[in-house]
């Protein structure tokens, strides 16, 4: 892990442009997970860890329960009652956590527009980006943008 917070900040600072930003985004949320993945103390089970480094490589994109256990090579309704009881969420609860924690950072930083950031952390919709950051952060984007400007 401190390879990573030494790596990685120093090639973000001289990304010039989206797409750029975008596939380091990708390889470092690869290599945190494998990292994670490998690291791990978790008490949590084989199917468990492989549907949260699943969703971690994927979490730009659209998840679905579905997917992640055809990914996964188990049932959907099996993983789904065995990620709630372990992780203590569902999947889509855990997904969205992970979403609004990845664009944390790109509101911070306040070089892309929220509409941006929501399509960068995989919603397709800005709208439905703001109710799920509100549900989990229990402010909107714009809140959360002026509360680190302060």
């Given at each position: 892990?401190?390879?990573?917070?030494?790596?990685?900040?120093?090639?973000?600072?001289?990304?010039?442009?989206?797409?750029?930003?975008?596939?380091?985004?990708?390889?470092?949320l690869t290599e945190?997970?494998?990292?994670?993945?490998?690291?791990?103390?978790?008490?949590?089970?084989?199917?468990?860890?492989?549907?949260?480094?699943?969703?971690l490589l994927h979490i730009d994109d659209p998840?679905?329960?579905?997917?992640?256990?055809?990914?996964?090579?188990?049932?959907?309704?099996?993983?789904?009652?065995?990620?709630?009881?372990?992780?203590?969420?569902?999947?889509?609860?855990?997904?969205?956590f992970k979403k609004i924690e990845e664009a944390k950072p790109y509101l911070e930083k306040g070089n892309l527009t929220i509409t941006e950031i929501a399509l960068l952390v995989g919603f397709n919709d800005p709208n439905y980006f703001g109710k799920v950051f509100k549900k989990v952060t229990g402010m909107t984007p714009s809140q959360f943008i002026a509360n680190t400007r302060k």
């Open positions: 892990m401190d390879s990573l917070s030494e790596k990685f900040p120093f090639i973000i600072e001289r990304i010039k442009d989206l797409p750029s930003l975008y596939e380091i985004s990708r390889v470092l945190y997970s494998e990292s994670v993945w490998h690291y791990s103390n978790s008490e949590y089970s084989a199917v468990v860890k492989k549907a949260i480094h699943y969703i998840l679905t329960l579905e997917e992640i256990a055809r990914n996964t090579y188990v049932n959907p309704a099996h993983l789904s009652r065995k990620f709630k009881s372990e992780t203590r969420m569902t999947l889509t609860q855990f997904i969205h």
